[in-house]
């Protein structure tokens, strides 16, 4: 690879170079004037002499962060034993079996104190209805963009690109902070906007190759998958904070216990409605997958507001059909208890077992899947969620991540379609130290801050330890390879302990435990940086590849076993017969059915916030593309092709939008596709974090290529969240003391229920489908209001410099 990296690119060279893989035209959307944005900006580009999009005053300054480590250091240490702080006490836990969790939290729900509280944002465009005008407006605009681009005519030669609208319902409710510390909250609904961004710019590229929905389905937080991850008493604990956050959120209390990282883990009533949203992600994206679908009709019971996107080719007009089931909150099958070990495993895969008598592989993990069927699923996705999930311990939140997202996946995939391995390689900046932790557990050991016996849902007495603390691994099998920089938490020096230090340098293929560490290395251009990637960072594909290698090999060994006894026994039984009651018939191996999960963070690209990447480790933003590109042909030989990627870190608007577009070029079945390495220049970067500001606006006359393209990428954007064009400083309010603040042009609709409710201008802006697809207008600015420090002297753990606190 010889692309030089910046140095010698002037600014004309690249704007020339820059190429679209179709001459994009501008659409016909009237364009209005820009005007400066209040935002705080999380991206840094190296050069800082273009870094003039950035309102300088907003940034930290010097003496800012100076106060703010002062005041870091001033907070308590945690206590070494804060896990038990986390819990209910056990007798507490002990009056509300299983079931009755459940019943707990349906009755809570229906409480009508927190019915106007968590009743989702308005803005939540559950349909898509903007992003398929949007979408519509940029192919009628290129016409030639239908007759040259490739069609595809089923689901599996498609990425399917999930979105998460509940996921922006997870905000900051702190309204006493400053707005120095609010600059300092990474974690925020708007990278969702940026990830959408970065969605569309691949859209742009490739248009047919993506498949765009909205996952409206809403999950229980006690569902049987979410347990099996987290215990009994985490969920819980979490519920009645996020609860009980409202009323502390209002009389200016800290609603996180104290002890925490206050800093990084935050919480308001509607992170239910976001963590619901999550999990029902989660399960849409396996269902997308995995699920048996009629071959006729379309998908409606998988919570998906599912999109046709292609436009006929005859007419040349956008066909956009749209079907989309209600969103539900499901109580799943959470009072069911299956449990433990091989025996789960065995009921949930026997069905599809072959007993085919030439024992091969893939007659055996395509059981249920006729070719039709196979075809109906997809074989890729990429699910934008947030919070996070890779820190999440079963029983200790972590680094913003409140659940551990993929690990549910991959149980919610075990329980509902017996897929039995997973491999997750992990690419944040940061250990998944949750992740691998709760593979240590899964191996039959004890977690670091795992369940404890009287929080497991699984009965010990079923699959008891041994001396030394171990027992049976349980099924599923999960592998975990990882590449990370070491200094970054939660090994970040004066952080960093011998024990995670050591955690993030794990690599062991034996013991049911089948974990990978690579360390990232300083790269100075994009050779060296891909002598790094050829030499050491590939070893993590290596390792996954061992890992399912082995787990094939073990069951193709157990089943040349089991069908040579089948084989006896058949023989035994035909020839004699009387013997048929005493002969035990021999039971088949558990079915290989793998998956590779990729957990997807962009905090390690060259355009991540220095704050956040603190020790100058990263990667080009190439890498993405060129990494989940390898992914893809691993997941071809070991997986029939199947990956699901997961959003985890990446928190400036230009690590976002230019990873997520790299890691989508490189998400799909077609590896022609190449990334252009101009596509991750600065300058397209530049025009692509504009579109994250609030206030954007489209160029009125956009002239060069770059301008004219980023026009309709943004535009595309951020029609597909509407519901996460926020401020940068936007704060989680109460709604129902919302109704009467300055700014918020209000009018009455008349809802489903024939009841009038008040809507907002911008709401009115978005549900107006007549209204063509103008852009948001913006209440006015809520400048400082109610941001300053208390009076009191309260004042909350600030990450400033310490992003993370000492465990
Ligand atoms: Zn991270």
Redesign the pocket.
Known sequence: MSVSRHENDSEESLIEAFETTLSIRPSTTDYYDEINDISIDHTVLPDTTINDTRDLSSTVGIEELEENERISEQIPKFKTKRRYSLLPRITEFKKIGSPGLEEYYIQQKLDPKYDEILRPSLLIDEKLIKYHHTFSDFISSNPHISRESPRFQFDSEKTLVILSPYSSEHSFGRKWVTKTYLSTIFERPQRLLATCIGVASAITMYPFYYKLINSTKRSSIFSSHVRKIHGRNWPKKLFELCLESHEKLNNDELEVPQDWNTGDIYLTPKTINAIEGVIGTIETAVDALFKVTPITGTTSTTGIAETVQAPAPASGKAATATASSTSSTSSSSSTKTTTTTTTAATTATTATTSTSSNGSLSSNYNENNTTSHRRKNHNLAFVVIRP?GHHSHACLPS?FCLLNNVQIGIEYAFEKYGVTHCAILDI???HGDGSQDICWERAGFTGDYGQQEEDEIIDPKLNPRDDYGKRFATYPKVGYFSLHDIKS?PTELGFATKENIRNASTCIMDHDLNIWNVHLQAWNNEDEFYKHYQTKYVAILNRANQFLNNCKKQYEEENQEYLAQLAKYNKMISTKPHLSAELEKPTPPPCYKPLIIISA?F?ASEYENPQMQRHGINVPTSFYSTFTQDVVKLAKLQTNGKVISFL??GYSDGALTTGVFSHLIGLTNDDGLLWNHTWGSEQVVKELIKGCKKNWTPYKNPKTDITIWANEVIKLGRSMMPNCILPANYIYKDQSQENNREGMVRTQEIDRDGKFRVVNKMVKDIMDTKGGIGILESPKSRKDEGLNDRADGHRVTRHTRSYYKRV
């Open positions: 996070p680094g944040d900046l940061h938490y963070g905090d985890e870190g």
